[in-house]
């Protein structure tokens, strides 16, 4: 068994390994840049270490990271998502130095990352793919003859991109000829490569996703599906499990092709296979994660198992915990990503200090988050400040506590889009269980919510205002 992991990540995530080390009586070792020292992880591992004054470096550099593990005597290493948590070469390092690499092979991160592989690799596994180019594009103009032969609207798509980054969708040959250099420079920038492709564009599809789980003696089983299709500009906002615009014959189609996708690849650890739902009912291969995903939680509620833990315990070499027979799931669970962003000013990122934390509880509810009264969020990580996951028997009961959840907490010194959630909840749209990924752009009108319809926000409001005036 594992007895000691270094995390090489921060925030929510790293608090969330940490606290599974502690149940496991794994030792936890936390890094942080000189930005995050009086983060939470760092306050909640057994050990800290600096890596360095850039708020980024060494977050990115995977031979620090695995080197700071050799010298603290830890034996595994886990990246958590984000950063370089689909970084084949911190894989490879870690084998090199005798550290247990809490995630699939260096082969599979490199097979699955490359976006025209893995279409290739699903392909060959009879798994659907959306019509597209065969792999990347050489240039501008063999990108505009494919997108005539595939039709527009088309997406236009970075090779190695990945969370909502070097994604564009192309409505004409205009369009997508002004995309073209735009997505290659993001390309560049975010992940080092220049390399694109095209693909079919699926109109006001479902985003549907399973999570899988396989261990090193062939045992791989599904946990399910989770539905991200409440999404802005490809980021996810809320998230549900199970979906709830599923039959039970498109449910049980999902999971046997999540787990036949990571069988063709040899996939060990905990991973995430994503689909489209197209309004005609034909579900198309989109990626797949290779890493836990910020949405773990909801997966979580609904079946009992801990993914964090059997991450570790598959790592160890030892068996799943389940088999597929014994895996149910039970009721519905959404999570809330409360970013720290003001929706009524086109979600501009509101970095600061938390005056006042409070987390809801009760029945049911469930935060995984970093920050506390006093913390101060820095502006160099993506806004997610809070993970606010809510679980009940029916979809109208969790809908209920959700409205519940957000009311009660409160984060005040920031702006965050916790209110932005409730009006979500309900609209009638949401509440019927039916929407694709166009229901944020489609309803603009739920950034427009008035601080009237809950006294207590203006009351936060008022006295937030005070306090910044007086310089607390």
């Known amino acids: 068994m594992i007895k000691k992991i270094l995390i090489a990540n921060r925030g929510e995530i ?3 390994i940490v606290r599974a080390c502690a149940e496991m009586g794994i030792r936890s070792v936390a890094v942080y840049a000189e930005a995050d020292r009086m983060a939470l992880h760092v306050k909640r591992a057994d050990e800290a270490h600096s890596i360095g004054d850039d708020p980024l470096a060494g977050y990115l550099n995977p031979r620090k990271l695995v080197n700071l593990a050799v010298e603290t005597g830890c034996d595994a290493l886990h990246p958590g998502y984000g950063f370089l948590s689909e970084n084949a070469e911190l894989a490879d390092i870690c084998a090199e130095r005798g550290i247990k690499f809490i995630g699939p092979s260096a082969e599979v991160i490199r097979r699955m990352g490359d976006k025209t592989e893995a279409r290739r690799s699903m392909i060959a596994a009879g798994v659907p793919c959306t019509p597209g180019t065969e792999g990347n594009v050489a240039d ?30 192309c409505n004409s040959r ?19 490569r220049a390399e694109v492709f095209l693909e079919k564009c699926i109109v006001n599809p479902k985003h549907i996703e399973a999570q899988i789980l396989a261990d090193s003696f062939g045992n791989t089983v599904h946990l399910f599906e989770r539905d991200c299709s409440i999404q802005r500009r490809n980021q996810k906002l809320i998230e549900i499990a199970p979906s709830p615009q599923l039959t039970p014959e498109q449910r049980a189609y999902i999971g046997d092709l999540s787990v036949r996708a990571a069988k063709a690849v040899g996939y060990e650890n905990a991973g995430t296979v994503e689909f489209l739902l197209a309004e005609d009912g034909e579900l198309y291969f989109m990626e797949m994660n290779t890493r836990v995903q910020v949405e773990h939680t909801i997966t979580e509620e609904i079946t009992g198992i801990d993914i964090v833990r059997e991450q570790i315990r598959i790592a160890s070499g030892l068996e799943l915990s389940v088999k597929q027979e014994d895996i149910i799931h039970r009721g519905y669970a959404l999570q809330f990503r409360i970013n ?44 997610m400040c809070l993970k606010l996951v809510v679980w009940a028997l029916t979809w109208e009961e969790a809908l209920a506590r959700g409205l519940r959840a957000l009311d009660d907490m409160r984060v005040q010194g920031v702006k965050t889009t916790a209110a932005y959630y409730q009006e979500i909840l309900r609209n009638p749209e949401f509440r019927s269980g039916q929407f694709n990924t166009s229901f944020v752009e489609s309803h603009p009108e739920l950034t427009e919510y008035s601080i009237k319809r809950n006294p207590s926000h203006l009351a936060i409001a008022i006295a937030t205002a005070i306090a910044a005036h007086a310089g607390l």
């Open 140 to 169: 501008i103009a063999e990108a505009l003859r494919e997108g005539d032969r595939i039709g527009y609207p088309v997406m236009l798509k970075a090779t190695n991109g990945g969370g909502g980054r070097g994604i564009r969708r």
């Open 174 to 192: 205009d369009e997508l000829e002004q995309a073209y250099p735009r997505v290659i420079s993001e390309a560049t920038k975010a992940f080092g």
């Open 340 to 383: 720290a962003e003001d929706p009524k000013n086109n979600f501009l990122p509101s970095f600061g200090k938390i005056t006042r934390y409070y987390a809801p509880g009760g029945p049911g509810v469930r935060t995984d988050t970093a920050i506390y009264t006093g913390y101060t969020i820095p502006p160099y990580y993506d806004s």
């Open 14 to 16: 790293a608090v969330r």
